[in-house]
């Protein structure tokens, strides 16, 4: 794998003579101002169970390959993510461990959990966030979320000492609103050797909040999880789906129909070497 860097040249000597890079300790991370979503991302078709993208709301209007089918979850296709937007984003940022503390199980990358095209929509006011940590030194790492114009809307220090596996991020009551039918990027960096540098592992994704239909407002207020998980994912609204369905696996570990739904929904999006990762508890 080719290592990933946080900007261009002229972005990292800009950003490094910035009080955001001047500290060791610095909380703040400024997000490349060149990643934005996908013009042409690539990709195929993703398939499964639960996931099934909704006509109307889907992925970038130059994306490749096809919509995913399933029985879970159904992406919406139509209102995709920003299509001016420079640059891509990744599910999936590149980090490099040292050889002796890799795993020959897990992945050694931080991985988003989203579809191929890194986009997804939510209900929600604040959504709740996936990501894989892979194994490291790092005690924090830094959370950021910016507006399609580039404008950062709430950033956040997580403690992520001896955590390896899937952390829900929950965005705070003081984090605001998310627009309906705005485009926004989320990015996670994590603070290696106690600090952010232009080599800095981060990876990234978009979000777009949507409004419910009555019927799906109407299965949200259900008690049955796996039953809101499902209805969530009946119409595309990926974010929900998966932050629902992990939060009830979360709490019942040794339930295989909730195990068997978990494997398929990640299947589905081609997470398969995520499946058995530790569910971490949230955080926000």
Not at 196 to 221: C, F, H, K, N
Not at 222 to 248: E, F, I, S
Request: charged share 10%.
């Amino acid at each position: 794998m080719k290592r990933r860097y946080l900007a261009g040249t002229l972005s990292v000597i800009a950003l490094i003579a910035s009080s955001a890079w001047t500290s060791a300790n610095a909380v703040t991370f400024t997000p490349p101002t060149n990643n934005g979503s996908p013009s042409q991302a690539t990709g195929g078709a993703s398939r499964g169970s639960m996931f099934t993208p909704a006509a109307g709301n889907g992925a970038p209007r130059q994306a490749t390959g096809g919509a995913s089918r399933g029985n879970l979850f159904t992406p919406t296709v139509g209102k995709g993510a920003p299509q001016q937007a420079s640059g891509g984003a990744s599910r999936v940022g590149t980090y490099y461990l040292n050889p002796s503390t890799v795993s020959a199980t897990e992945p050694a990358a931080l991985i988003a959990l989203l579809p191929e095209n890194f986009y997804g929509t939510t209900v929600s006011e604040r959504p709740t966030i996936l990501v894989y940590l892979p194994a490291s030194n790092a005690q924090e790492a830094v959370f950021s979320l910016k507006d399609e114009a580039g404008n950062i809307q709430h950033q956040m220090k997580i403690p992520v000492a001896g955590k390896t596996g899937i952390i829900a991020i929950k965005l705070p009551a003081n984090a605001p609103a998310l627009t309906v039918g705005k485009n926004y990027q989320w990015f996670l960096a994590l603070k290696l050797d106690g600090q952010l540098s232009p080599s800095t592992p981060y990876v990234d994704g978009w979000v777009q909040r949507i409004q419910p239909s009555a019927e799906l407002a109407t299965a949200m207020q259900g008690q049955d999880a796996l039953k809101r998980a499902t209805a969530l994912g009946k119409n595309g609204v990926w974010y929900d789906c998966v932050a629902t369905l992990a939060a009830v696996y979360t709490a019942q570990p040794s339930n295989a129909t909730l195990g068997k739904e978990w494997e398929e929904l990640l299947s589905s999006v081609s997470l398969k070497q995520i499946v058995t990762a530790n569910l971490l508890a949230s955080t926000n």
